[in-house]
């Protein structure tokens, strides 16, 4: 009975010894793992955020960066009530922001005129006037450093590039500047009505835009320069007197009577890109960081009727933003046309974005169709630019309020561009 006890006892002790070293190594343990988190935990931090890093760098291509995307919109000559009030331009700019848009595309070359005190033109002899704001100030200055305080980018805008009225001062001061069709007629019929073109291979012209665009930019600051479907040439044209001798030189062979010969439509086409090639290299000369933006019709289209080789532009590295316009009714068409290759190649490169109809004086266009384009781009992660300012609320279908909430509810954040400097 004793040693039965004894033995129990001997059990219990060694039971109990067992227990306890276990609790002291179970503590002991804990003890060192929390020593260990404790000395590891910073390196636990640099590794998260290194895989972060390495997560978003391999984010796909098309996805642009959120200080990248476009959300802009051109201001026309339809908005000059606007521009030339200071106080307008103050409530435009504040509602752009509200509204978390990010840039400005300020017209400053239209039917033949600058928007802007220029010694170029005036020493062209082609502006007998001077575009000025209500109390005489600088309407582009003026819009520039409204937006600039409220973190908005300003770009102007070329509109009319080659293009103008047969009844401006250019026009009939500069005759031999314009080029022709093969039935020596000059117009042609566009959305600004009848127009001339300038013969973009003429020396004297290239020097011309070149000293208005370069004066835009040193003048101001702007944060770049775009260029849109006009910087081109109708396929038409070319068959003037100064193009016919360069290109039988060149050719050892007249141009093709058919408008549309590839060869011919090639030489035209490169012809211009070379130009703006040349552009592209003043303006960078004058302000490196300046953004060159372009603004064309979809590839086929501008290439075949206006030898206009956007895509080789962008492949030759001189265009820093692409908008391509795409203008339709209904969104089939407006989803087909922003699905193609080309835009999805310039997302690979360059921030791209999609110019959209918000509607036209005596043609508005309802809320509901612009949500759902501007929805459609978003979900291809593209930007946008509206066509034109006063068409975003105020000559619009539906009340100021609803149609400023619609545009709230398609930018509900802030995504502000980094200012050129």
Do not use: C
Request: proline share 6%.
């Amino acid at each position: 009975m004793v040693s039965r006890f004894n033995r129990k006892s001997e059990q219990w002790r060694v039971w109990v010894a067992n227990a306890s070293f276990k609790s002291m190594k179970s503590s002991f343990i804990v003890q060192n793992w929390r020593r260990l988190l404790k000395s590891l935990f910073p390196i636990l931090v640099l590794i998260s955020f290194i895989t972060v890093l390495l997560v978003d760098s391999f984010t796909p291509a098309v996805a642009q960066l959120p200080r990248q995307e476009i959300r802009g919109v051109w201001m026309t000559n339809n908005d000059f009530d606007t521009l030339k009030n200071r106080e307008k331009v103050q409530d435009a700019v504040s509602q752009l922001r509200r509204l978390n848009f990010n840039t400005i595309y300020p017209v400053v070359w239209n039917s033949g005129y600058v928007m802007y005190p220029s010694a170029i033109a005036q020493r062209a002899g082609i502006q007998p006037f001077v575009y000025k704001g209500s109390d005489g100030h600088d309407i582009l200055a003026d819009l520039i450093n409204q937006a600039h305080r409220k973190g908005l980018l300003v770009i102007p805008w070329f509109e009319f590039g080659f293009m103008a009225p047969p009844t401006s001062e250019l026009a009939l001061n500069y005759p031999d500047w314009f080029t022709q069709k093969r039935d020596g007629s000059q117009t042609s019929i566009s959305a600004a009505g009848e127009v001339m073109w300038l013969n973009p291979f003429h020396p004297q012209v290239q020097q011309f835009i070149t000293n208005l665009v370069l004066e835009t930019v040193t003048q101001y600051d702007a944060d770049g320069i775009q260029f849109d479907d006009h910087m081109s040439l109708p396929h038409e044209f070319g068959y003037d007197q100064y193009t016919v001798s360069l290109y039988t030189k060149e050719t050892k062979n007249p141009p093709p009577t058919n408008s549309q010969d590839a060869a011919w439509v090639k030489w035209r086409a490169d012809k211009i890109t070379a130009f703006m090639v040349q552009l592209n290299q003043a303006v960078k000369q004058r302000k490196p960081q300046a953004i060159f933006s372009v603004s064309p019709n979809y590839y086929d289209f501008a290439y075949k009727f206006h030898l206009q080789d956007w895509l080789s532009w962008m492949r030759q590295n001189i265009v820093d933003e692409l908008i391509v316009q795409v203008y339709r009714p209904d969104l089939q068409s407006f989803v087909a046309n922003i699905s193609r290759q080309e835009i999805q190649e310039a997302q690979q490169i360059i921030p791209t974005g999609i110019g959209i109809m918000t509607g036209l004086r005596n043609n508005p266009v309802p809320m509901q169709k612009i949500k759902s384009q501007v929805r459609a781009a978003q979900e291809r992660g593209l930007g946008v630019t509206f066509f034109y300012y006063e068409s975003l609320w105020n000559d619009a279908l539906e009340p100021l309020n609803e149609r400023q909430a619609g545009f709230q509810s398609l930018f509900p954040s802030s995504a502000l561009r980094a200012k050129v400097e």
